[in-house]
Structures are given as structure tokens and as C-alpha cells.
């Protein structure tokens, strides 16, 4: 760190960056700001001053709060904690829960209008239940890390300090009551909460083997392991599910089109297709991970036409295009849907696809700017943003996930 680093200064915040951090400028210098909202002046420690284009500071004392300020939902993340020792995770949490969703929205329509020059309009739409319980109690798994002396917490935010904690307010009531706060765990890195719909709770310590788990959503049930990808929010799957049934375009929908479930996970997504067309819909799901691939082939046995392959999506589109003979596409008039992590899919993919020219994607996204990139990258191969939802998937964090349908013109 270089001099400004610990010294405090006084900044009005502009707007809200992507990542949750407000920005404020210091002399014509940006200054991210954790825990402050626009419009607000606050005091502010510089924790990061080693680039040239940006520093980073903590607020540690509000001097004009917003009028959407509350006290934290988690007294172990607000400022009355000394920067650093601030559990993160709940970045929002002193953002009054419908200004969260403001700011959410303009994180996106401000990313799809610089990175893909749309101007388009969407709102963040609330999951059933959240506004009832103040955005708390969503969690159906946590990952805590263990410190020094065994005890478990969160990383606080950019960093690797271990904060012990006693609770979890964004964790379901089922996770809480299962979360073993006050027992030592030294010895080992990690341990994982998780209550699956309709089972009971489970801990993984550590590196411990996988353990086939049930998740239910709706009437089908999925075969996972507890240590495996699923949906965080406890009405994220069903509503994902209902999300992706809409944003397909039924016209431009055929069934026995080699239709895709990239990033497919255990097959949630290829189920939601597959169920809104019927028992004669094709469906491949394609996951990286080969035990979650298990898992999907299972979860998809009942459609004769549906299936699971392992690889990864770049790789797995290459071996499509070089297996494809004549001038017909193995995607000709196929709905893609494709729901990468957080960086997205990608120049490769992107491009993979534009050469194999499916008529539709349904892009899901945890990251808007990554959705954003990757929907100008479609752009540039002949794809149109067609319609554009967003849901808060994560209150009281600065996360929000998309639902796009991109059409071939
Ligand atoms: C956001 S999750 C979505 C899973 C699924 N759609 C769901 O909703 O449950 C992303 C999935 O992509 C997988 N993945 C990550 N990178 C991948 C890659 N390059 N190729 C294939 N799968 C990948 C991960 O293992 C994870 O299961």
C-alpha cells in the first residue's frame, strides 16, 4: 500500500459500480466506497491506493445519510465494525430492499447500454415471499470458513479474514437452526450448511466426499450432490424454471431441434424446457463437472429425447462444428439455453454459436456486465436482445441474475 492508505477522507458518492461499491472522486480520482449509497456524504478510509486510475475506501462514518439508509440487517457487516472486520456477503444490507433493486437495475440497463448500445428498460422483480421477510431467510446453503481458533464466519469483503459469527440472517431459519456457530472446527478450511427442499440439514466439513442429495421444485424431484452446484435461493428453481419457459419463444420453438442446455448443472433448466414442450421435446444438457453430468441424465431419464453430456461448452460446440458435415447446422431452427458462472460464456462460445446459427438463445446470468458483453458478442453474429427480465435472486447482495431471449434476424 502507498501513503493514503488508513487516512480518512470525505466524499458524496456519484452512482453505484458494479461489484456494490458506490463511486465517489477524490482531486479527479475515482474512489470505490464499500457500504455507502449515491448521494450520500460520507467519511471514508482508503484501503487500497495502489493504482493509478482508482482507489478504493471503507465508510466508517456517514455524515449525509440517503434516505434509503438503514441500520445493516446484519449487525456483524454494518459500520460499526472497523473496516476489515465487516462480514461479507451482504453488501446491500444498509439499502432499504426496494432501492436495492433500483440500483440493481441500473447496474443493468447501464451495462447493456454501454457494452451492447441497447436502451432497455426492466425491472428487478421481487421472488415470492422476500418482500414479506425483508429479504432475510433466502439461503438454502452457506459456506462458512474457519479462522485461527476453529470458529466459523464469512471472508470479509476483498480479503481472507476470517469474521466468527454467531448468525447468518440471509440463510433460511432451517439453515440457521443447522448451523453449528458455536462449535470449533479446527483443521479444517470450510463447512457448508444446506438444507435441500423437503430433507433434512447437512453439514460437509472440509474436503468430505459427496453425498447424493435430493432438491425438490414442483412436483419433479433432482438428484445432486451436496457438494454441487444448485440454485441458492430457496424459490430460485422454480422460479428460474418459469423464467426460462416464458423467455422461449414458442413460435420459433422445435422440438425435435438439437435444443441445448449449456452449463446444465444437474438439468434443472433442460427439465423446465422439456416440460413446457411435451415428452417428444430433444434436449441435451452439457456441464463441465462429469458427477453433476450423472446426476442430469438421471434427472432427465423420463424424456426419451433428453440427455446429458460431459465437457466443457467450448470444447463440446468445437467437436459439434467438426462433426457437422454438409451445409445443415446440427443446431438448425434448436433453442439454446445457456447459463455460464459469473464470467460468462465468452468470446469462444459466443462465437461458436453465431457459426452454428441456432434460432433462439435463452440466456440465464448472474453477471450483468458479463450478459452484457456476451449480448453484443450475439449482436455482432446476427442475434437481436428479443425480451429481458431480471430477479432478485440474492437481496441484501449487489448480485442480480437476467433472463434474456437473444433471435436470430
Ligand atoms: C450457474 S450454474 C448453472 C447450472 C444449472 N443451469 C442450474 O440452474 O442448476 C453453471 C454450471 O456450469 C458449469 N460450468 C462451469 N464452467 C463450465 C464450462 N466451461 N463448460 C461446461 N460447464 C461449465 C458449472 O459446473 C455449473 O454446474
Excluded at 470449533?184 to 474436503?207: K, Q, Y
Aim: overall charge negative; proline content about 5%.
Amino acid at each position: 500500500m502507498g501513503e493514503n492508505a488508513g487516512r480518512d477522507v470525505e466524499l458524496t458518492l456519484e452512482r453505484m459500480a458494479h461489484g456494490g461499491v458506490a463511486v465517489g472522486r477524490l482531486d479527479g480520482r475515482v474512489v470505490f466506497v464499500s457500504d455507502a449509497i449515491p448521494g450520500e456524504t460520507v467519511r471514508a478510509r482508503i484501503s487500497d491506493d495502489r493504482k493509478k486510475s482508482f482507489w478504493r475506501a471503507d465508510t466508517v462514518e456517514v455524515l449525509e445519510p440517503s434516505e434509503h439508509r438503514r441500520p445493516h440487517v446484519w449487525s456483524a457487516a454494518g459500520i460499526e465494525n472497523p473496516p476489515g472486520r465487516r462480514a461479507g456477503g451482504a453488501e446491500f444490507g444498509h439499502i432499504a430492499l426496494a432501492h436495492q433493486r433500483e440500483l440493481k437495475r441500473g447496474i443493468l440497463v447501464e451495462a447493456l447500454q454501454r457494452m451492447a448500445g441497447l436502451e432497455v428498460d426492466v425491472e428487478v422483480e421481487a421472488l415470492p415471499g422476500d418482500d414479506d421477510r425483508g429479504g432475510l431467510g433466502w439461503r438454502t446453503r452457506i459456506r462458512l470458513h474457519v479462522d485461527e481458533e476453529g470458529r466459523l464466519g464469512p471472508m470479509a469483503a476483498r480479503s481472507h479474514t476470517v469474521i466468527p459469527v454467531t448468525d447468518a440472517p440471509l440463510a433460511t431459519d432451517a439453515v440457521q437452526a443447522a448451523t453449528p456457530f458455536e462449535e470449533r472446527f479446527s483443521g479444517f478450511d470450510t463447512v457448508d450448511v444446506l438444507v435441500p427442499n423437503g430433507s433434512d440439514a447437512r453439514l460437509v466439513i472440509g474436503e468430505q466426499k459427496p453425498t447424493v442429495i435430493h432438491e425438490r421444485v414442483g412436483d419433479r424431484s433432482f438428484a445432486l450432490d451436496d457438494t454441487g452446484f444448485w440454485q441458492v435461493h430457496r424459490e430460485a428453481p422454480a422460479t428460474l424454471t418459469r423464467a426460462v419457459q416464458d423467455a422461449v419463444d414458442v413460435e420459433l420453438f422445435d422440438p425435435r431441434a438439437g435444443n441445448l442446455d449449456l452449463y446444465g448443472g444437474v438439468g434443472l433448466l433442460a427439465a423446465a424446457v422439456a416440460d413446457r414442450f411435451g415428452p417428444s421435446t430433444r434436449i441435451t444438457s452439457v456441464e463441465a463437472d462429469p458427477r453433476a453430468t450423472d446426476h442430469a441424465s438421471e434427472n432427465l431419464a423420463e424424456w426419451l429425447g433428453a440427455g446429458a453430456e460431459s465437457g466443457r461448452v467450448d470444447r463440446w460446440l468445437r467437436a459439434l462444428q467438426e462433426r457437422t458435415a454438409g451445409d445443415r447446422s446440427p443446431l438448425d431452427g434448436a433453442t439454446v439455453v445457456l447459463d455460464p458462472p459469473r464470467s460468462g460464456a465468452g468470446v469462444d462460445v459466443m462465437a461458436a454459436l453465431g457459426r452454428l446459427a441456432p434460432a433462439q438463445l435463452v440466456y440465464v446470468a448472474c453477471d450483468p456486465v458479463a450478459l452484457a458483453r456476451d449480448v453484443a458478442l450475439a449482436e455482432a453474429h446476427g442475434y437481436r436482445l428479443a425480451r429481458i427480465r431480471a430477479f432478485d435472486l440474492f437481496p441484501h447482495t449487489h448480485h442480480v441474475e437476467a433472463v434474456a431471449t437473444l433471435i436470430r434476424d
